[in-house]
């Protein structure tokens, strides 16, 4: 029997797509963020808060991934910036072609941030380069503490981590000390922030973080 060897990396068809989109986004001195978490973490609250806060002073255009409806781009919508709805019928991740294919709907010269939201998983987002800038991975306080130590991928491969809806940690038993103490572990450069979508808790240090690294791209 013969045995074929295979160098090539499954995924460098995705990654020759994505260093392409990551070009396409420095050229237009654009700074991308892929945002990724679990099912019900609160990507889409926090990506309004966001609109809320910053769409006067920043301009945003959002890329929403799901496996069925529009519903996350109508909520996003409201919100009079330009966004488009990736449906990936079943699939559980998005991928850099998908993304490529979004972009037309985007005029890039008037956009100075990108927000792309994934599909909610915690496994498979984690190997798929879009182009982006930073990936940032979001928990809650309604999941386990542990979410580090079991997905430790998503948290390697991340350079922000947000743990959301920390208004509820007085009704669960999440070690948000123990949490923090877990993804660092994993990946000891992580950016933290603890915010709640709700109080708002928090989340003026995330738009200054998001507005400082809009203000570096521009620069560069």
């Not at 990396?9 to 990551?22: C, F, H, M, P, Y």
């Not at 498979?124 to 800038?133: A, I, K, M, T, V």
């Not at 950016?191 to 203000?215: A, I």
Request: glycine share 4%.
């Amino acid at each position: 029997m013969k045995t074929i060897k295979i160098n090539k990396k499954i995924l460098s068809v995705n990654d020759q797509i994505a260093a392409e989109t990551r070009e396409k986004f420095r050229s237009h001195n654009l700074f991308s963020i892929n945002m990724m978490s679990s099912p019900g973490s609160g990507k889409t609250s926090l990506i309004e808060r966001t609109l809320e806060k910053l769409r006067n002073s920043l301009s945003i255009g959002v890329i929403v991934g799901d496996v069925q409806t529009e519903r996350d781009a109508r909520r996003i919508a409201r919100f009079q910036i330009p966004v488009k709805q990736i449906v990936t019928r079943g699939t559980c991740h998005l991928n850099a072609q998908m993304v490529k294919n979004a972009l037309s709907h985007f005029n890039m010269e008037n956009l100075n941030l990108m927000i792309i939201e994934n599909v909610g998983n915690l496994v498979c987002p984690s190997n798929y380069d879009l182009g982006e800038d930073l990936k940032v991975t979001m928990i809650s306080v309604t999941e386990g503490d542990d979410k580090p130590l079991k997905y430790p991928a998503m948290f390697r491969v991340s350079s922000v981590l947000i743990i959301n809806k920390v208004d509820l940690l007085p009704y669960t038993d999440f070690d948000l000390e123990q949490c923090g103490k877990y993804a660092l572990r994993i990946n000891p450069k992580l950016k933290l922030f603890f915010t709640s979508c709700t109080t708002k808790e928090g989340l003026e240090q995330w738009y200054q973080w998001l507005q400082e690294q809009t203000q570096r791209r521009k620069k560069e």
